[in-house]
């Protein structure tokens, strides 16, 4: 895992950025902490020592080019990705030896890239067995057409890798791995158990979790995270970093502007069942796109 800062001055950078990270990057990137100032982010590489740091360049105080001239002084051994609406300094950006420059918004194909610049230059000789095959399971996930498709039809049972050494010392006392096709939820008395199925979507924009189904909506004590990773394989997917979304329950797609989009789904509430418009992250357009068949 490569242990990793994020410094941008603006909240939703820093979350959308995350939110990418942490959706097709979760087994390569280890986030440790973030910063929204020069003053905190010195702080914080001073004490950390990250090996990977992705930095805005227009900040409040210094930029993000004088903080990267700190940060050569300061933890010279970490490696700098700039991430920025602005492709005017990627000069002066690799002057200062940044590994990579990316523009956002961020597209994921681009930040795939600019992680395998990073695995290349933090493992020259080739990734740890263990970090390679975890890699090889990100990147797996992350074309999730083949993925979805093939793992929700199977969403009972998961089965544990055919490592043949490892079976054969674990024979002993290694079980299945058992997935149900339940969610644990609470009306605020009591745990319910729902079928996946029946769920439209899942938001945190409130702060605790809301989980919309057919029959109304529920609470969770689970992060959106957290949840991503058990509905993993799924028909359930994280569209955004405020919502996971049922992709079989949607209605229509709906275009917005400047290459966005809104998935529009029904959603119960006491007038009965009504449509609801879920944003789509535009870093997620494209994956989205392929999972509905869209052209």
């Not at 979805?148 to 290694?174: G, K, L, M, V, Y």
């Not at 979507?201 to 957290?226: F, P, Q």
């Not at 970093?241 to 119960?268: A, C, D, H, M």
């Amino acid at each position: 895992m490569i242990r990793t800062i994020l410094i941008d001055d603006e909240a939703p950078a820093r979350d959308e950025l995350r939110y990418l990270l942490t959706t097709n990057h979760s087994t390569t990137i280890d986030i440790i902490g973030e910063a929204d100032n020069a003053t905190s982010a010195i702080s914080l590489i001073t004490r950390e020592k990250p090996q990977l740091i992705f930095l805005d360049i227009h900040m409040r105080g210094l930029s993000g080019l004088e903080l990267a001239e700190v940060i050569r002084d300061i933890s010279p051994d970490s490696r700098i990705i700039f991430a920025t609406a602005y492709d005017e300094y990627a000069l002066k950006a690799f002057e200062l030896q940044a590994l990579d420059y990316v523009v956002k918004p961020i597209e994921e194909e681009r930040l795939a890239k600019a992680i395998q610049h990073v695995l290349k230059a933090l493992y020259p000789q080739g990734l740890p067995t263990a970090e390679s095959a975890s890699l090889h399971t990100n990147t797996t996930e992350s074309n999730a057409a083949k993925t979805i498709s093939h793992q929700a039809n199977t969403a009972e049972t998961i089965s544990r890798p055919t490592n043949t050494a490892e079976t054969a010392s674990e024979t002993s006392f290694s079980l299945p791995t058992v997935r149900t096709n339940k969610l644990a939820v609470d009306d605020g008395a009591h745990i319910l158990l729902i079928d996946l199925d029946s769920i439209a979507y899942i938001t945190g924009e409130s702060g605790r979790l809301e989980v919309h189904t057919d029959s109304g909506k529920y609470g969770s004590n689970k992060t959106l995270t957290e949840l991503q990773e058990r509905l993993r394989g799924t028909s359930l997917y994280r569209v955004h970093r405020s919502y996971i979304v049922n992709l079989n329950k949607v209605r229509e797609v709906v275009p917005w502007f400047k290459g966005t989009y809104w998935l529009r789904l029904p959603q119960q509430t006491a007038k009965g069942q009504e449509l609801v418009d879920i944003p789509v992250s535009k870093a997620q357009v494209k994956l989205i796109k392929e999972l509905l068949g869209i052209n």
